[in-house]
């Protein structure tokens, strides 16, 4: 049998993208370097959403190199039970939404998307 364990998405600058993931309501579970030839190449941060342990996992390689997103990403979708307090929590950090939450049929949730810190783009659906 299968299950789902986590997502991994490469970062620059890991405060900022812990900031971002724990305004979303993200815990932080630990973190550990990846060390090579005795030299840290990289560092894996691992973050729970409620009950679910360790869903995503942030990495940051110490060389410096940047990243192109390309074209098959498309977002990670996350809900959350408060979306207007969820933006103005994004909004401290100067994260502003794409556009203002909408709802894609009447009587829907209320969604918007927004980026992380290194440009991924990210679905916050409200789940009441």
């Known amino acids: 049998m299968a299950r789902f364990l986590h997502t991994m998405v490469r970062i620059t600058d890991p405060d900022q993208s812990r900031a971002f993931y724990e305004a979303l309501g993200f815990t932080f ?7 090579r030839d ?4 990289a560092t894996n ?5 409620g009950e679910q342990e360790s869903v ?12 192109d997103l390309g074209t098959g990403y498309g ?5 959350v039970d408060d979306l207007d307090g969820s933006l103005a929590k994004l909004r401290e950090q100067g994260i502003e939404p794409e556009r203002e939450p ?15 810190p290194d440009g991924y783009r ?7």
């Open 29 to 35: 579970a630990g973190d550990f370097d990846i060390v």
């Open 38 to 41: 005795g030299q840290r190449e």
């Open 45 to 49: 941060y691992f973050f729970s959403l």
């Open 56 to 67: 995503l996992e942030l990495t940051y390689n110490h060389d410096g190199r940047t990243y």
């Open 75 to 79: 977002h990670i979708a996350v809900g």
């Open 102 to 116: 909408y709802a894609v049929r009447e009587g829907g949730s209320r969604l918007t998307f927004v980026r992380d």
């Open 122 to 128: 990210i679905e916050l659906i409200e789940r009441r």
